[in-house]
Each structure stands twice: as structure tokens, then as C-alpha cells.
């Protein structure tokens, strides 16, 4: 039988061994040699840049820090990338989890990371307490984000964070949520997740304050709708999402570079800047190559197969 | 009438800070939260159901009535309400936090009954040697061992120095061993668990994804066109061939890739999601009806 295989056959029966292989090979290789690959914003993340941008300085935002190690190869670099922004502009945030014991902890960490990043730039650090609090996670998110469209003060009553040398302390003693009660006096509420717990922010928050997301790959066409919806302002999506953010961060929108050419442009914003010159980049263009590369594959193993299909079933022979 | 709507209503859920009325309240609740403990273990079997679907209820109740009744506006807690409507309001807000906490902690506890049921399983398994009861060891030892590093991790932190250790600098012995159990270990082997998906994905678009049907072919040109639009490459130089040809042309525009796909996402995609939604909205507001008025015996009814 094997002699009599038509090269139809042959194409739709490549050993999975092969395959994995091909696989491998294809995601591991552009690990190693990052490139900027060309690349379009979608409208989601310049509004997603641009509603990062509006947060004045010294404002305080609130982050919901959903995410730890299944969704790190996205959600990681996203939550890097907004907390760099933040970062640079002098905002501060209120940083809390509804989506795993875990989320708290992993944020802390990275926070921590991208610190020593900045006080080898020379920049200030992001300091807990004066910058950021983290009010630790919440078992039930559907009743605290519920208990959050009423008050935030009564839904994070009694959580505690380190004040410099006072040690454990109530989190509205900080200066950063002095005068703060409602949701409605934050002016953005950023949800990087990789869970459910963007539904609930939307279905108990929507309209109270306005809300903007970082969510996987996968969970980006569910959240496209609340986006169509207006019942968010902007979101990420995935590593393309990723990529788009850390691109605008380097060009900006309407912005014009040193040659004066506008790399992102937008008929609904006036020029927003980059940080030209800083660190910009991070897992969106490590891992978007290989994203590139893995979702080519994917396409080409489709054609691969129906051709194959077609092959056989017009019958020609080897 | 006249003396309800003046009537001062006390505020049952702002008591001072350390005052004899909180803490009288705090070991009231803690005796009443025991006595209905010991109640509900020595009750006959068939008196639990009620007193299951009353809590259920009640519990669903507050929320319902917390969206749907008139809240005060800007009312301090230390303010008093006047009137049986505003009374109500004010009780059912202040109650938010008490109510929250309750839940949160009634959530907590699942976690403790995870740990009790781990343990049980396991270690009669180890016990009676029952097969691969090695794992079960395996198991047991990676749960005592990571709970131990992140609690001492996490008592580290707890000095007015915590923050000091945001430093890798600064670790000491338990904060290296949560390091390498947590972000060494833990987040390694659940990336490669996670990266096995994309084998499987590949050899499914191989195998599996044929045009067979005028639909198939329907639907394989639409993801073809949305999964070629997150590259950016191929995007690129599909949205430059249209500009280029379409010169100026806004209909020969539409073409482009991004706008392709753009299309397909805001029409099909989310129409159909919608539906979805709508539909999983629907089902879970009936079975919500159901499991808070203890129609639902499974799955958690009463």
C-alpha cells in the first residue's frame, strides 16, 4: 500500500514527529534573533495608549491585577508595559486582584523588577505607599467588584499595605487615596487579566468609571464587544495588543518623528508623544516573531492538508 | 406616621473603632456564628434543607434589593437617615462591606475544604499503597513545601523592613526557596503545560481543518483572513499593494487587510458573540432564579 500512495496521500499523512519539529523549530529560532517586524495598531490599543496618556499626573488609577503564570507569556508584558507608562507619567495605583491568591504577589514581583530597571536608568523608583498600594486579593470578586459600584472605601476596608517605617498600615492612610470613596474618583480603572474578571468589572461597573483592558489572545473577541459596546474605553489584546503598546510607547500617535514622519496616526486623537529613547520594548517583540512565525505555520499546515485533499481526490498518481 | 418618618435610625454597621458596642457585637457574632454551626452539625438531616434554602435566600435577597432599591446619595456614614425609605437604603449600603467580607471569607473556606479533601484522598492512597501512590507523595511534599516558603516568604515581609526585600538583594534563606518553588519551578512547568497546546492545535489545523462543505470553506476563508491580519508583516505589505493600487480610491480602500478583518470582527464576530452572551445571560439568570429560590436541588440547592 505504501508504494501506491499519490502525492495527495502523501501530503495529508506527514508524520506528527515531522510537524512538532517544524514547530519547534519555528517558535524557538525567532527567540533568539528579535527583529521589529512591520505593524499596525488596531484602533483598540491606540485607545487603550491614548486613555493611558489622558491620566494626568499625580492622578490615581485603580488596577485590577488578574493574571499570574498560565497567561505570564501575555499578560506579563502587559501589565510591564502599563506600569511603565504609568510609571513615567507620575501615576499612581491602587492595585488589587479578584482573579487569583496568587495575582497580588506576581504584580509585587514585577513591580519590583521593573524598580531596579529604573534606578539603573537613574529614574525614580516607583515607590510603595507614595506611588502604589497593593490591597491584596479579594475570594469573592463578584461581591467586592458589586460592593466597588458602591464604595470603594467599604470594599477595601480594613486592608493594609507598608508604609515607610510605620510597617503594616490602613491602605486610605496613604496619600495616594486620600479623598477617595467612589469608584467615580479614579479616572481610569485598568483590568489586565487572563480570566473571567473582566465580565464582572463590566457587568458592576460599566458607566461608573471609565474602564480600559489588557485580556489575552483568546479572550479578545469577548471583549472586543464591550469595546463596540463603548462600555470600555480601549483594550490590549494578546501579544499583538502587546506589540502595539510597546510601539506606541516608542512612536507615539500623530506624533511626529526626528524626520517628521508620523508612524501611528489617528483621526480621533491629537498628538500624543512616545518615550522615544527608553526602554520600550519587552515580551511583545521577543515573542511577536514567533507568533508570526507559529500562526504562518498554522496556515500553511491548512493549505498543506486541503491540497493534499484536493490531490487525492482528483487521483493523481506519484 | 409622622414619628416613623422623624425616627432616628441607629447605624447598626458603623460602630466606633474599638468601642464596647463593636466588640460586643464582634463575640456576639462569634457566638451566634458557633451556635449555628454546632446547630446545623446535630440537626436532622431534613430540618437542613430549610434552614439551607432560608440563608440562600436571604443572602440573594440583599444583593436584589441592594441593585434595586433607591441608594442615598452622598450620605456620610455618620449621618443618621430619616425615613423608613432612606433608612432602608442606608442600612442595605452600609451593609455592603459586612456583606462582602462575609462572602469573601464564606469563599475563603472552599480553599481549606480543597486542602482537607487533597489531603484525605492522598494520604489514604500512600497509606494503603494504593497504585502510583508515589505521586501522591510527590504531591503532598510539593504542598507542604511551597505553603511553607511563601508563608515564611510572606512573614518576612511583614516587618516595617518588608519592603526592603522587594530587592533580591536583601533575600535571605526562605525568600530564595519561594523564589525557586514559585517562579523557578511552579512557573516553568506550567508555561511547558501550557505550550503543549500549541501541538496540539497544529496537528488539529493539519488533520482536521478540510474544505469539505461550502460552510467549511466559508469558514476557513474567515479565520484565514483574520489569523493573516495579526501578522503584522503580511499586513503590511497587503495594506501598502492596496493603497497603492486602490490610489486614492475609498471603496478600492475597504480592501485592505487590516479593514477585512476590522469588517468581519465588528459584524460576524461580535453579532455572533453577542449572541452567545445573550444566551448564557438568559440560561444563568434562570438558574439563578433557581438556586436562590431552592427550585435547584443540584449542583448546591437546597
Request: hydrophobic share 45%; net charge positive.
Amino acid at each position: 500500500m505504501e508504494g501506491n500512495k499519490t502525492f495527495g496521500d502523501v501530503l495529508q499523512s506527514l508524520p506528527k514527529q515531522v510537524l512538532y519539529i517544524i514547530l519547534i523549530v519555528f517558535t524557538s529560532v525567532p527567540l533568539f534573533f528579535p527583529v521589529k517586524v512591520p505593524n499596525q495598531p488596531l484602533e483598540s490599543s491606540i485607545d487603550l495608549y491614548a486613555n493611558l496618556m489622558s491620566v494626568k499626573p499625580g492622578e490615581t488609577v485603580l488596577l485590577a491585577s488578574d493574571w499570574t503564570n498560565s497567561t505570564r507569556g501575555e499578560s506579563l508584558g502587559q501589565f510591564n508595559s502599563v506600569m511603565r507608562i504609568l510609571m513615567r507619567r507620575g501615576v499612581n495605583a491602587v492595585i488589587y486582584s479578584t482573579g487569583d491568591p496568587q495575582a497580588p504577589r506576581v504584580a509585587q514581583d514585577a513591580i519590583a523588577k521593573l524598580n531596579v530597571e529604573r534606578i539603573a536608568a537613574k529614574q525614580p523608583e516607583y515607590k510603595r505607599w507614595e506611588n502604589f498600594v497593593s490591597v491584596g486579593f479579594f475570594s469573592n470578586g463578584e461581591a467586592t467588584v458589586n460592593g466597588m459600584a458602591t464604595s470603594v472605601r467599604s470594599s477595601f476596608n480594613g486592608k493594609k499595605d507598608f508604609a515607610p517605617g510605620r510597617g503594616l498600615t490602613d491602605v486610605f492612610e496613604s496619600p495616594i487615596l486620600k479623598g477617595r470613596e467612589k469608584v467615580a474618583d479614579f479616572p481610569l480603572l485598568i483590568v489586565i487579566t487572563g480570566s473571567k474578571t473582566s465580565n464582572i468589572t463590566v457587568e458592576r461597573l460599566s458607566g461608573k468609571v471609565p474602564i480600559a483592558f489588557a485580556v489575552t489572545g483568546v479572550m479578545g473577541p469577548e471583549t472586543g464587544n464591550f469595546y463596540q459596546s463603548q462600555q470600555i474605553v480601549g483594550f490590549a489584546s494578546g501579544l499583538k495588543g502587546l506589540y502595539d503598546l510597546e510601539g506606541l510607547m516608542e512612536d507615539g500617535v500623530n506624533n511626529p518623528d526626528k524626520s517628521g514622519n508620523v508612524v501611528v496616526k489617528s483621526s480621533k486623537y491629537g498628538p500624543i508623544p512616545g518615550f522615544p529613547g527608553e526602554k520600550n520594548d519587552g515580551q511583545g517583540k521577543r515573542y511577536y516573531p514567533t507568533l508570526h512565525f507559529a500562526v504562518g505555520l498554522l496556515i500553511l499546515a491548512v493549505i498543506i492538508g486541503n491540497v493534499g485533499m484536493f490531490l487525492s481526490r482528483s487521483g493523481g498518481r506519484k | 406616621m409622622n414619628l416613623i418618618l422623624q425616627s432616628k435610625v441607629v447605624n447598626f454597621w458603623a460602630q466606633p473603632f474599638n468601642s464596647q458596642w463593636l466588640w460586643t457585637g464582634v463575640i456576639g457574632g462569634l457566638l451566634f456564628g458557633i451556635l449555628i454551626f454546632l446547630g446545623l452539625m446535630f440537626m436532622p438531616a431534613q430540618f437542613r434543607r430549610p434552614v439551607v434554602a432560608f440563608s440562600t435566600f436571604i443572602g440573594g435577597a440583599y444583593w436584589v434589593l441592594l441593585y434595586i432599591f433607591p441608594a442615598p446619595i452622598d450620605m456620610q456614614k455618620t449621618e443618621l437617615a430619616t425615613g423608613p425609605v432612606e433608612s432602608v437604603g442606608k442600612f442595605l449600603t452600609d451593609a455592603n462591606p459586612v456583606v462582602v467580607s462575609v462572602s469573601g471569607t464564606v469563599t475563603a473556606f472552599m480553599l481549606g475544604l480543597g486542602i482537607f479533601s487533597l489531603l484525605s484522598i492522598h494520604l489514604k492512597r500512600i497509606t494503603r499503597r494504593q497504585k502510583d501512590w508515589a505521586f501522591s507523595v510527590v504531591l503532598l511534599a510539593a504542598l507542604a513545601s511551597m505553603a511553607f516558603f511563601g508563608y515564611a516568604d510572606y512573614i518576612s515581609r511583614q516587618g516595617p523592613d518588608g519592603t526592603k526585600l522587594d530587592l533580591q538583594a536583601n533575600w535571605g534563606f526562605v525568600n530564595y526557596g519561594r523564589d525557586l518553588l514559585f517562579d523557578g519551578l511552579l512557573q516553568q512547568m506550567d508555561a511547558a503545560m501550557f505550550s503543549v497546546i500549541a501541538f496540539y492545535i497544529l496537528s488539529a489545523a493539519y488533520r482536521a481543518f478540510r474544505v469539505r462543505s461550502v460552510e467549511a470553506t466559508i469558514l476557513l476563508s474567515t479565520a484565514l483572513l483574520v489569523m493573516l491580519s495579526l501578522m503584522g508583516a503580511v499586513a503590511f505589505v497587503w495594506n501598502d499593494a492596496v493603497r497603492n493600487m486602490a490610489n486614492g480610491n475609498d471603496f478600492l480602500m475597504n480592501f485592505q487587510l487590516t479593514e477585512i478583518a476590522g469588517w468581519i470582527r465588528r459584524t460576524f464576530e461580535t453579532s455572533s458573540l453577542r449572541g452567545i452572551a445573550f444566551g448564557v445571560g438568559i440560561g444563568a439568570l434562570a438558574m439563578g432564579l433557581r438556586i436562590w429560590l431552592s427550585l435547584e436541588r443540584t449542583g448546591g440547592g437546597a
